[in-house]
Nanobody, 123 residues
Framework: QVQLVESGGGSVYSGGSLRLSCAASGRIFSTNFMAWYREAPGKQRELVAIITGGSTGSTDYAESVKGRFTISRDKDKNTAYLQMNSLKPEDTAAYSC???????????????WGQGTHVDVAT
């Protein structure tokens, strides 16, 4: 069984920075992708950033965070990071890690979510 544990949320003022971490534990052969989603009160959950597995680790971002957020991955630690700079009040949300891994040599996959971490950006 794979578990995802997020950390790094908190409260900052507008313009500040935070770095979120998503650590995966368990039997993991390889990574298909790791992603960050967020859900603000009264809004639908949205994909913030995604990074694929393999050697290339291509990335994609929501338009609203391009140029401010950076997703990265430490392959050895099975951990994804979301560096968030120039934070705005509209970035306030519950952030959750979502990932898919290959968990055996038959190619079985595990897909799941972490428990979430809250980011609050004050003016």
């Amino acid at each position: 069984q794979v578990q995802l544990v997020e950390s790094g949320g908190g409260s900052v003022y507008s313009g500040g920075s935070l770095r979120l971490s998503c650590a995966a534990s368990g039997r993991i052969f390889s990574t298909n992708f790791m992603a960050w989603y967020r859900e603000a009160p009264g809004k639908q959950r949205e994909l913030v950033a995604i990074i694929t597995g393999g050697s290339t680790g291509s990335t994609d971002y929501a338009e609203s965070v391009k140029g401010r957020f950076t997703i990265s991955r430490d392959k050895d630690k099975n951990t994804a990071y979301l560096q968030m700079n120039s934070l705005k009040p509209e970035d306030t949300a519950a952030y959750s890690c979502n990932a898919e891994f290959i968990i055996d040599d038959a190619g079985s996959t595990w897909h799941g979510w972490g428990q979430g971490t809250h980011v609050d950006v004050a003016t």
